[in-house]
């Protein structure tokens, strides 16, 4: 009978004691849920600090002799008015030309053509320099004066504008970013009456860069989206 009283006592006592590290294990489990997931933005306009310019022009002639040493002067003529304006030789590039013959593209009916040759020339600048780039975009008109059209519409040929000095501003961004998250998650303890605890997990997200708009593609918009995980405290 003493041996039954006391396995029973020692049982009560366990199950006590089970039912306390269930209330604890419970109550640590709600504590771990106790989590607010906030994502924290950050924007910056930069303007382009990269100009890669294409200078298209066109040739037509039926011997192409004749159009190499149109070619050859044209190209020197345009070289020679880029450094002109301020650019350096190691930031010009002459491509070599594209032949059509149009003759051999004629199909069917078609009527010959005036000109058997048709001949793209590009001449590619690509500089840091893009102020002055783009203030010689506005006078390569100047070219005709020496019979040279620069032509444009080529999709292929469009003037890109890029920004390579993300790792200047990235520290500064993400430091904006992260920031707002934490605004944003204070916010949220103070209306659910908690306080804001430590960082649980961040998660810093891609940076993208993009044109402002259609119209200024020299100015760039930076952008970044921190995830950040805080614990909120009673």
């Not at 070219?143 to 993300?166: D, F, P």
């Amino acid at each position: 009978m003493k041996n039954f009283r006391t396995e029973a006592i020692i049982l009560a006592v366990g199950m006590l004691l089970l039912g306390v590290f269930i209330e604890r294990g419970f109550s640590t489990f709600a504590e771990k849920d106790r989590i607010v997931n906030v994502k924290g933005l950050a924007e910056m306009e930069v303007p382009a600090d990269k100009v890669t310019w294409p200078l298209v022009y066109k040739s037509l002639g039926n011997d192409l002799n004749s159009l190499y040493d149109e070619i050859k002067k044209s190209n020197q003529t345009i070289v020679q008015f880029l450094k002109q304006k301020g650019l350096e030789e190691k930031e010009i590039s002459i491509s070599a030309p594209e032949i059509i013959d149009m003759k051999a593209e004629r199909y069917g009916s078609t009527p010959a053509p005036a000109y058997r040759y048709n001949v793209t020339s590009v001449i590619t600048v690509t500089s840091d320099k893009v102020d002055l780039v783009r203030s010689l975009i506005s006078e390569q008109g100047e070219l005709l004066k020496y019979g040279i059209a620069i032509v444009g519409g080529e999709y292929r040929y469009n003037v890109q504008y890029e920004y390579t000095s993300l790792n200047k501003i990235k520290p500064q961004m993400i430091e904006e970013a992260t920031k707002n998250a934490r605004e944003a998650a204070e916010k949220f303890a103070k209306d659910s009456d908690s306080k804001l605890g430590k960082i649980m997990h961040a998660y810093q997200g891609q940076f993208s860069i993009n044109d402002r708009d259609a119209n200024t593609p020299y100015i760039k918009k930076v952008r970044v989206v921190t995830t950040i995980d805080y614990s909120l405290d009673n």
